[in-house]
């Protein structure tokens, strides 16, 4: 299985406590290294895939950047970057390397590791390189 499985038990943000049931991850888009968006993902979760995350961004930048427009993205490059609470970051291609082509089936494969982060004390950060 590659990625997006998270524990239900135990993993919910508690219920009873009506001021903290859900919360939200920010996500901060920079475009050619400018801050030119910022958007929230709730969540319920206390572990989250980046899988998940992951989508979920993707997801949105389709809907309101045309991230993978049939020859017409206004993007050449980009990553996502997740920076834990203790300051350990990791990314993944937002794209496929110029001149080759996309797999889909070959990018699920960067979730092999089913990675998980605390949803509270994640930062995410999208970094995009107009064409």
Do not use: C
């Not at 609470?85 to 993944?92: I, R």
């Amino acid at each position: 299985m590659y990625g997006g499985v998270t524990e239900h038990d135990g993993n919910q943000i508690d219920k009873n406590n009506s001021t903290d049931n859900s919360h939200n991850i920010l996500i901060k888009v920079y475009e050619n290294e400018r801050n030119s968006l910022s958007f929230d993902i709730p969540t319920n979760k206390k572990n989250i895939t980046a899988q998940e995350i992951d989508y979920k961004v993707r997801n949105y930048l389709l809907k309101h950047k045309n991230l993978y427009e049939f020859n017409s993205s206004p993007y050449e490059t980009g990553y996502i970057k997740f920076i834990e609470g203790s300051g350990h970051s990791f990314w993944y291609d937002l794209m496929p390397e110029s001149g080759k082509k996309f797999y889909p089936t070959k990018y699920l494969l960067i979730y092999n590791d089913n990675k998980t982060v605390e949803s509270k004390s994640i930062n995410v950060e999208v970094h995009l390189t107009k064409k």
